[in-house]
């Protein structure tokens, strides 16, 4: 069986193949840009092209396999198949099938669960880096603002952060919100960064 | 109570009503909290009404059709209750081919560019190098419109020029890459290509037909009828969107709202510009004002005239291989629900015309119209060829074309 990968995130496409090395007699190809992708694709000539919902080269995809339905092996979208619960999943992690017209279902299956897996795990990496980046720079801030008061309270550090503390308990906040307060307003009184 | 509704678009300037709707609060006087969701090919919008992760969306009006009648993929029953706009598009071609065909800072003629196209069509297929036009997708306005004027100018589309399909936000690069010579899209497409010098607009999709229907709010048949109130909610938050889209003092505020990075993310000046009927023709030209560019309010534009999904049908037969039958037109034509429409405005001020369906390209003057309620003018809205449809002889109409 030949799969195609067709993602401009490298990143993606590449966790995704390694996923579906796993299956037995497959050929993989990535084509990760979009300069001559139908060409790309007559080339290699897939059984099932595999491409994210936020490519806006899915309607050229389309366009061109509505076409090839008039060739000697066309391709159907696998909307065609009526497997209408693997098709709400794959929707859902984000990747849309195409499946040369014939292939069995039961082959398609498996393919289309590992690739949803593997989408939906490469989405959560990234929620992930994104959550890392996000407590990243707020330690950052904290540890800035922290430094403030301890300039301009003459307080220790520990005592810097428990003053940090309370008032985030008494304001009902979070000390990244206090921590920030203090900076942004620091800066706006002409203090260094 | 508030209800809630999830709408998919794509970033064109004919989202702006669910927007707008949503922006200056008029979803949320009808008692609907909306949940915008942006995607990149129309695809992608369909995929998510289909499977329910939108209730309802803005798409190209033939692909509403397409897929109630099952082409491409298993039928799956759609319901347009409302237009979202006429026209709004249109054809922008590489900087050399635009001079050679109109001239510059100038919307050339229909008739006569198309005269000197067809024979720069000729040539180039001579050559061995026919010319190619880009569309945004095979189920779309832009693909019946554009192939209509050509066909009416002695091309043969697929014949005599190539056509296929550019993603909107490719448009500027395919036309710069010369990959296509000419395309047919949206706004703020064409001005992006204009503005990087990578095209030049020779004319305007409302010049091919006058009042040509284009993007619609489609919604699953069923869904239609679950949340039917919730519908009728929404298209009168969207028609006091409609009347504030075309009012002059908001069309700062609204193209600041529609350049926000959650909705166009583009460049508000390129959208301002769509929105005020100002088309910048060819880069450091000043922006030339073609009246009813893009049309979303007046003449009752969002009423949805069984008539303009048969001329839709029509052209699909034309040119998508689909043989012709009365139970296809009428299958077509039932996607259309002006009953809904009827039935959201109905003791509102809002104009509903008298009947539900047609004879599209017949007027060529400012008419008053028969109505259930209101009052309203109708005025040109020609075929450039001035053909006429009636939706009552459909197959005579596709004789009678070339």
Redesign the interface.
Known sequence: MRIAIVDESSARASIIEEGLSELDDCEIFVIGERQELLAHIAEVGPDIVLMDLGNPSRDVLEEYFAVSRALARPIAMFVDQSDEESIAASVEAGVSAYVVDGLAANRIRPLLDLAVRRFNAFARLQSDLAEAKGKLAERETIDRAKRILMDSRGFGEPQAYAEMRKTAMNQGRRIADIAEAIVTAHELIGGKK | MTSELTIGFLPLVDACLPILALEHGFAEEEGLSLRMVR??????VL??LL???SDVAHLVAPLAIATTLGR???AQPLSVPFVLGLNGNAVTMRPELARKVGEPGKLADPIQAGAKLAHLARERKFAGKPLRFGV???HSSHNYMLRYWLASCGIVPDRDVEM???????CADALESGDVDAICVGEPWNSVAVERGAGEIVIATAQIWRRGVEKVLAMREPVLDERRDTIEALIRAMRKAGERFIDPEYFDSNAEILARPEYLDGDAKLIRHAISDHLLLAAGADPVHYADFMFQYREAANFPWVSQAQWLYSQMVRWDALEFSEEGAAKAGAVFRPDVYRSALSGTGQPLPGANSKVEGSLSRPTAVGTQQGAITMEDNRFFDRRVFDPGDIAGYLRSLP
């Open positions: 995607d990149v090919s129309w695809a992608t995929d998510r499977y329910g992760h491409g993929r298993p945004v997708h095979r296929e399909t550019v993603p909107p936000p490719f």
